[in-house]
């Protein structure tokens, strides 16, 4: 595997990078208001602080057509992958530090499996916002640099990540709904699937720590 940026052609699979918007203030917010676990990754789906910025209307009326969002976080130290996850939109990731985002395709699960070995890695340079698409798999960011802790904001349709509904399954797809609007696939060797999330991702659990020495 080799670390790619999310400026060269082969992101277009996956994504593309936001422009027009300033993150500034957004950034600075975050920076201001969360922290960096060394040891660990925290997700918050909705902080109000954040969506308090004065980007919060252009990403609710631009990037998502008016469309309730929440704007959250995902910081801390990883670089494994672990887990693929995906939604039904896309998903706005917005970096405060470098980091690499682990993605694959949806179309290359079959029968509620994926190898390990159809994973990109792209660079995301501190400052920039990229569009995840709703068919790009992906889950925690990885840091740039060993040891190195990361804050990125992390832009979804309102709801998002809160409780699983009660459903009956109707399909295989339905077995791996892990919370609401979102569906994940683990590496047998976590702690996801431990809580019972559908083991689906076969191969290695990647580790990129000898990629960003």
Known sequence: ?????????????????????????LLNTLEANSEKPAD????????EALEAADVYASLRDNCYGGM???????????????CF?????????????DVILLVARQQDIIDGQIDSSKTEAFLCPKGTGVELYATTLHYAPCSAKNGQGFRVVIVLPKGTNEDKPSIT???????????????LVAHKDTDEAKQGAHVGITGENIDITELIK
């Open 1 to 25: 595997m080799k670390i790619q940026s999310v400026f060269d052609k082969a992101f277009a699979a996956y994504g593309k990078v936001t422009e027009g918007y300033d993150f500034t203030n």
């Open 68 to 82: 309730p969002i929440q704007i959250g976080y995902c910081n801390g130290t990883n670089t494994k992958l672990n």
């Open 85 to 97: 996850e995906y939604h039904r939109d896309s998903e706005i990731d917005i970096a405060a530090d």
């Open 40 to 47: 660990s990754v925290i997700y918050v789906p909705s902080v």
């Open 169 to 183: 399954p109707k399909n295989k797809e339905d077995n791996m709904l892990f919370a609401q609007n979102k569906w």
